[in-house]
């Protein structure tokens, strides 16, 4: 485990010059705001200015953290972002590093998991999320994802999270045990959208120099194919009605249902569905079946999960709850959508369910724990 003191992360960022400047940020919505005469008393400007600092605040962390990790003896290697390499396009299948300076992961051309950092030690693999959240109760399924992905990426080492926070940030006590958080000082941005806005001189590029600088391109990685996975997952829960429940709880299912957020089982007739959900439109809909997923609430349960697939780039994610029914739309160029485009090469009509199997879903799920 890394340890840490006040010193390694020192308030300021007098010792990395103008590094800051040197990150890629899209600041004309914020400028076009200002130029409006909005200003922090404005909703729509703080919310502008929040996600602009949240950005900066990554890289700030980041610049720390290669100081820190280069003078480190624990830490043996970690992965170089942003301006400190150079660009390249990410790769699929593999850990690379974007155009954009970030760390990712894709399957075809759908990226699946992004690194704020990566720290390794001889047996541990540090992931880092650095944010400006006051509560990081919601972060736990985006660390559940990454953790998973990791340990399948990366079988040999022990996957942790480090999570760099302001001080101030509730809901740490409730953080997984595999998770650590460093705290900083209150972090303002201002001046660097003063530096940016003006677009002033800047000194040049500090680098890191150091025998620890690894590249996310050239790292082995254990194979990983995305939707094979996907497929497998599905035929063998589907190997027993309604689902196999042995097959759900091996931890490495359970793995998988991280990375995938959900795993789905099988699917429903519109028709029948629409006795599940009466409430909904589906005015204009060309789909003819519902896709049924299993997805991890916070509380330690599961519950059912349903997408249509109204038009080819149209597609709803359905939650029922007392008989009432939530809509959330998805990204029609998002990875679900590309989930479902395999998913309607692989399921017949071997894994339709009936309105009788579902109901005996629906009672396992509620039953089941994590």
């Known amino acids: 485990m890394l340890t840490i003191n006040e010193t390694v992360i020192p308030?300021?960022?007098?010792?990395?010059?103008?590094?800051?400047?040197?990150?890629d940020y899209n600041i004309d919505h914020l400028l076009s705001l200002e130029a409006k005469g909005l200003?922090?008393?404005?909703?729509?400007?703080?919310?502008a200015f929040r996600s602009f600092e949240g950005e900066v605040?990554?890289?700030?962390?980041?610049?720390?953290l290669l100081r820190f990790a280069a003078n480190e003896p624990q830490i043996k290697s970690f992965i170089i972002k942003?301006?400190?390499?150079?660009r390249t396009r990410a790769q699929s299948d593999a850990l690379s590093v974007s155009?954009?300076?970030?760390?990712?992961?894709?399957?075809?051309?759908?990226?699946?998991?992004?690194?704020?950092?990566?720290?390794?030690?001889?047996?541990?693999?540090?992931?880092?999320?650095m944010t400006l959240v006051k509560s990081v109760s919601n972060l736990k399924k985006r660390l559940r994802k990454k953790r998973a992905l990791l340990e399948v990426l990366f079988p040999r080492y022990n996957v942790k999270a480090l999570l760099v926070l302001n001080e101030g940030a509730t809901g740490?006590?409730?953080?997984?045990?595999?998770?650590?958080?460093?705290?900083?000082?209150?972090?303002?941005?201002?001046?660097?959208?003063?530096?940016?806005?003006?677009?002033?001189?800047?000194?040049?590029?500090?680098?890191?120099?150091?025998?620890?600088?690894?590249?996310?391109?050239?790292?082995?990685?254990?194979?990983f194919k995305y939707y094979?996975?996907?497929?497998?997952?599905?035929?063998?829960?589907?190997?027993?009605?309604?689902?196999?429940?042995?097959f759900f709880r091996r931890g490495a299912t359970q793995r998988y249902h991280d990375i995938y957020t959900k795993v789905y089982v099988g699917y429903l007739l519109v028709e029948d569905f629409k006795t599940l959900a009466p409430d909904l439109s589906w005015n204009g809909s060309n789909a003819t079946r519902v896709v049924v997923a299993i997805e991890k609430d916070h509380s330690g349960g599961?519950?059912?999960?349903?997408?249509?697939?109204?038009?080819?780039?149209?597609?709803?994610?359905?939650?029922?709850?007392?008989?009432?029914s939530k809509v959330a739309k998805k990204d029609p160029f998002g990875i679900t959508l590309t989930e479902m485009n395999h998913l309607e090469k692989v399921m017949d009509e071997n894994f339709a369910y009936t309105l009788a199997q579902h109901a005996e879903l629906q009672k396992l799920v509620d039953q089941l724990t994590h």
Do not use: C
Request: hydrophobic letters at 35%; aromatic letters at 12%.
């Open 82 to 86: 942003g301006p400190h390499k150079h």
């Open 99 to 129: 155009w954009k300076g970030q760390i990712i992961y894709r399957a075809r051309h759908k990226e699946i998991g992004e690194f704020d950092g990566l720290l390794f030690t001889d047996k541990e693999l540090y992931f880092v999320e």
């Open 302 to 324: 599961y519950f059912l999960t349903y997408f249509i697939r109204h038009a080819s780039k149209k597609l709803d994610n359905v939650t029922i709850s007392a008989g009432s």
């Open 11 to 23: 308030d300021g960022d007098a010792e990395l010059g103008d590094n800051l400047l040197y990150y």
């Open 39 to 47: 200003t922090m008393e404005d909703e729509g400007y703080i919310s």
């Open 228 to 246: 094979a996975t996907l497929s497998w997952v599905l035929r063998s829960l589907r190997e027993k009605n309604p689902i196999d429940v042995d």
């Open 57 to 64: 605040y990554e890289n700030y962390i980041y610049e720390k």
């Open 172 to 223: 740490t006590s409730d953080l997984p045990p595999y998770a650590s958080v460093w705290l900083t000082k209150p972090y303002s941005a201002r001046h660097i959208l003063d530096r940016l806005s003006t677009k002033s001189s800047r000194a040049p590029m500090i680098r890191v120099e150091s025998a620890k600088i690894a590249h996310a391109e050239e790292l082995k990685i254990a194979a």
